[in-house]
């Protein structure tokens, strides 16, 4: 009985240990929709028959939709929204050249509040797989592909 009690207070003490040193800041709290998405690696090309749609998600507020690009090509990229689907993306669309960047939309502004993204290569003649992540909604700074 005296081990036992002894095993169970060492365990309950090591317990406490680790959740009190998992750092917590207030002032970073990041929305589920601003959490990166893998896009899951499909083949595309250039047409609209070629093309890739992301899942629909939650879009929270009002920033920009970030996008990863590490497919090795530009992107164009549409933010879409809504039952009919329509194009939400600032200028009608997005070249999304490699590494980070947002693209600006005006989803929660017309009242939506989910997206998803449709993408294509921005050359015609190029195809490959479309590597990268994306979210809706977007923390920090990156430059804006569509401005």
Not at 56 to 69: A, E, G, I
Request: proline share 4%; charged share 20%; glycine share 8%.
């Amino acid at each position: 009985m005296r081990k036992t009690k002894k095993l169970m207070s060492g365990i309950i003490a090591m317990g406490m240990a680790i959740a009190l040193s998992i750092p917590v800041f207030a002032d970073e709290v990041v929305p589920m929709s601003a959490v990166d998405s893998d896009f899951p690696t499909p083949f595309i090309g250039y047409t609209s028959s070629k093309s890739y749609n992301t899942g629909t998600r939650s879009k929270d507020n009002t920033t920009y939709n970030y996008v990863l690009n590490t497919s090795g090509f530009d992107l164009w990229v549409i933010t879409r929204a809504g039952r009919d689907k329509s194009n939400q993306t600032k200028n009608g669309h997005a070249i999304v050249k490699s590494g980070e960047w947002f693209i600006a939309n005006y989803v929660r502004e017309k009242g939506y509040t989910s997206c998803f993204l449709n993408i294509t290569t921005a050359t015609s003649g190029t195809s490959g797989y479309l590597r990268g992540k994306w979210s809706p909604d977007s923390v920090g700074s990156c430059p804006v592909a569509n401005r």
